[in-house]
Protein backbone atom coordinates (compact mmCIF):
# COMPACT_ATOMS: atom_id res chain seq x y z
CA UNK A 1 0.00 0.00 0.00
CA UNK A 2 1.52 3.17 -0.91
CA UNK A 3 1.49 5.99 1.89
CA UNK A 4 4.27 8.40 1.20
CA UNK A 5 4.01 11.93 0.01
CA UNK A 6 4.44 12.09 -3.62
CA UNK A 7 5.38 15.62 -4.73
CA UNK A 8 5.98 14.93 -8.16
CA UNK A 9 7.21 17.05 -11.28
CA UNK A 10 5.11 17.01 -14.07
CA UNK A 11 7.60 18.52 -17.31
CA UNK A 12 5.41 19.66 -20.57
CA UNK A 13 8.47 20.60 -23.19
CA UNK A 14 8.52 22.54 -26.57
CA UNK A 15 4.82 23.62 -27.23
CA UNK A 16 4.73 25.10 -30.45
CA UNK A 17 2.65 28.09 -31.30
CA UNK A 18 2.34 30.85 -34.05
CA UNK A 19 0.99 33.82 -31.81
CA UNK A 20 0.74 37.89 -32.26
CA UNK A 21 2.47 38.87 -28.62
CA UNK A 22 4.58 42.16 -28.92
CA UNK A 23 5.87 45.32 -28.32
CA UNK A 24 5.95 46.27 -31.86
CA UNK A 25 2.83 46.63 -34.88
CA UNK A 26 4.36 44.20 -36.78
CA UNK A 27 4.34 40.99 -33.91
CA UNK A 28 0.84 42.07 -33.43
CA UNK A 29 -0.37 42.03 -36.69
CA UNK A 30 1.92 39.35 -38.45
CA UNK A 31 2.64 36.91 -35.76
CA UNK A 32 5.79 35.04 -35.19
CA UNK A 33 6.40 31.33 -33.43
CA UNK A 34 6.57 30.77 -30.09
CA UNK A 35 7.33 27.57 -27.65
CA UNK A 36 6.32 27.22 -24.42
CA UNK A 37 7.49 25.08 -21.05
CA UNK A 38 5.35 24.21 -18.04
CA UNK A 39 7.48 22.36 -15.23
CA UNK A 40 4.89 21.86 -12.39
CA UNK A 41 5.37 20.75 -8.74
CA UNK A 42 2.20 19.04 -7.55
CA UNK A 43 0.91 16.46 -4.59
CA UNK A 44 0.20 13.20 -6.53
CA UNK A 45 -0.10 11.31 -3.37
CA UNK A 46 -3.78 10.41 -4.31
CA UNK A 47 -3.59 9.85 -7.84
CA UNK A 48 -0.30 7.34 -7.18
CA UNK A 49 -2.56 5.27 -5.05
CA UNK A 50 -6.01 5.45 -7.12
CA UNK A 51 -3.73 5.52 -10.70
CA UNK A 52 -7.03 7.66 -11.89
CA UNK A 53 -6.46 10.55 -14.27
CA UNK A 54 -9.34 12.46 -11.84
CA UNK A 55 -7.17 12.28 -9.19
CA UNK A 56 -3.70 13.92 -10.43
CA UNK A 57 -2.96 17.22 -12.89
CA UNK A 58 -4.07 16.31 -16.55
CA UNK A 59 -1.41 17.67 -19.10
CA UNK A 60 -3.96 17.77 -21.59
CA UNK A 61 -6.00 20.74 -19.17
CA UNK A 62 -2.16 22.77 -18.73
CA UNK A 63 -1.85 22.49 -22.71
CA UNK A 64 -5.16 23.77 -22.95
CA UNK A 65 -4.52 26.73 -20.78
CA UNK A 66 -1.41 27.83 -22.27
CA UNK A 67 -3.49 27.30 -25.93
CA UNK A 68 -6.05 29.86 -24.17
CA UNK A 69 -3.35 32.58 -23.46
CA UNK A 70 -1.12 31.90 -26.36
CA UNK A 71 -3.94 32.54 -28.66
CA UNK A 72 -5.74 34.85 -26.39
CA UNK A 73 -5.44 38.65 -25.81
CA UNK A 74 -1.96 39.77 -26.70
CA UNK A 75 0.82 40.98 -24.20
CA UNK A 76 3.44 43.13 -24.74
CA UNK A 77 5.89 41.22 -22.52
CA UNK A 78 6.96 37.22 -23.13
CA UNK A 79 7.32 37.83 -19.12
CA UNK A 80 3.61 38.67 -18.60
CA UNK A 81 2.70 36.06 -21.11
CA UNK A 82 4.78 33.50 -18.88
CA UNK A 83 3.06 34.71 -15.08
CA UNK A 84 -0.35 34.69 -16.75
CA UNK A 85 -0.05 30.82 -18.01
CA UNK A 86 1.79 29.88 -14.44
CA UNK A 87 -0.95 31.91 -12.24
CA UNK A 88 -3.85 30.20 -14.30
CA UNK A 89 -2.30 27.07 -13.44
CA UNK A 90 -1.73 27.45 -9.59
CA UNK A 91 -5.41 29.11 -9.26
CA UNK A 92 -6.93 26.02 -11.40
CA UNK A 93 -5.65 23.29 -9.85
CA UNK A 94 -5.22 22.64 -6.50
CA UNK A 95 -3.03 20.67 -5.56
CA UNK A 96 -0.16 22.34 -8.06
CA UNK A 97 2.13 23.91 -5.39
CA UNK A 98 4.94 25.64 -8.23
CA UNK A 99 5.06 26.49 -11.83
CA UNK A 100 7.72 27.73 -13.67
CA UNK A 101 6.76 27.93 -17.23
CA UNK A 102 9.31 29.33 -20.18
CA UNK A 103 8.17 31.32 -22.81
CA UNK A 104 10.20 31.79 -26.05
CA UNK A 105 10.19 33.60 -28.90
CA UNK A 106 11.78 32.21 -31.84
CA UNK A 107 11.10 34.86 -34.58
CA UNK A 108 12.77 38.12 -32.63
CA UNK A 109 12.41 41.52 -34.69
CA UNK A 110 16.05 42.68 -34.08
CA UNK A 111 19.31 43.02 -36.50
CA UNK A 112 21.38 40.25 -34.60
CA UNK A 113 21.36 36.70 -35.39
CA UNK A 114 20.22 34.55 -32.27
CA UNK A 115 18.34 31.38 -31.67
CA UNK A 116 15.61 33.04 -29.51
CA UNK A 117 14.59 35.35 -26.72
CA UNK A 118 13.32 33.09 -23.72
CA UNK A 119 11.44 34.13 -19.85
CA UNK A 120 10.95 32.04 -17.27
CA UNK A 121 8.58 32.67 -14.44
CA UNK A 122 8.34 30.82 -11.16
CA UNK A 123 4.75 30.90 -9.55
CA UNK A 124 4.46 29.88 -6.14
CA UNK A 125 0.96 28.72 -3.91
CA UNK A 126 0.68 31.26 -1.04
CA UNK A 127 0.79 29.34 2.03
Known amino acids: MKKHAANTRLSLCNAEFYA???VR???RTMGGRYQVDVDI???ASSAVVSD???DTVNYEEILYIVNEHM???PCELIES???DIGTTIVERFLTVKHASVRVRKLNVPIQQVLDY???EITIGRDS
Open 71 to 73: SGE
Open 20 to 22: FHG
Open 25 to 27: EEE
Open 81 to 83: LAY
Open 52 to 54: ILT
Open 117 to 119: VEA
Open 41 to 43: IYD
